[in-house]
């Protein structure tokens, strides 16, 4: 599966950005789908991700303010982003995984986030 993720961006601290990530293939419903994050100078983590029935997971860190969701019929995963904050700014990336809890094996491009504060 190829993932293609767009709607990063600059916004000020307290403002929203959605996030969106087009996967080609037939096969898109059968794939969990995460959104990971990578600050300058910190490890890549898990921001949200959604099961593929729908059940979503939150990091501490983003819980309350993103929301994942998916359109199975569009094969995109989108992330709503409310309240952002400084500390939210870093690259967001895709990814794709039939092995959830095991490891996610596709990866779209990064899209920049940058929050202002």
């Known amino acids: 599966v190829q993932l293609q993720a767009s709607g990063g961006g600059l916004v000020q601290a307290g403002g929203s950005l959605r996030l969106s990530c087009a996967a080609s293939g037939r096969t898109f419903n059968s794939y969990a789908m995460g959104w990971f994050r990578q600050a300058p100078g910190k490890e890549r983590e898990l921001a949200a991700r959604?099961?593929?029935?729908?059940?979503?997971y939150y990091a501490d860190s983003v819980k309350g303010r993103f929301t994942i969701s998916r359109d199975n019929a569009k094969n995109t995963v989108y992330l709503q982003m409310n309240s952002l904050k400084p500390e939210d700014t870093a690259v967001y990336y895709c990814?794709?995984?039939?092995?959830?809890?095991?490891?996610?094996?596709?990866w779209g491009q990064g899209t920049q986030v940058t929050v202002s504060s």
């Open positions: 959604i099961s593929w029935n729908g059940t979503p």
């Open positions: 990814a794709a995984t039939m092995r959830l809890g095991v490891s996610f094996d596709y």
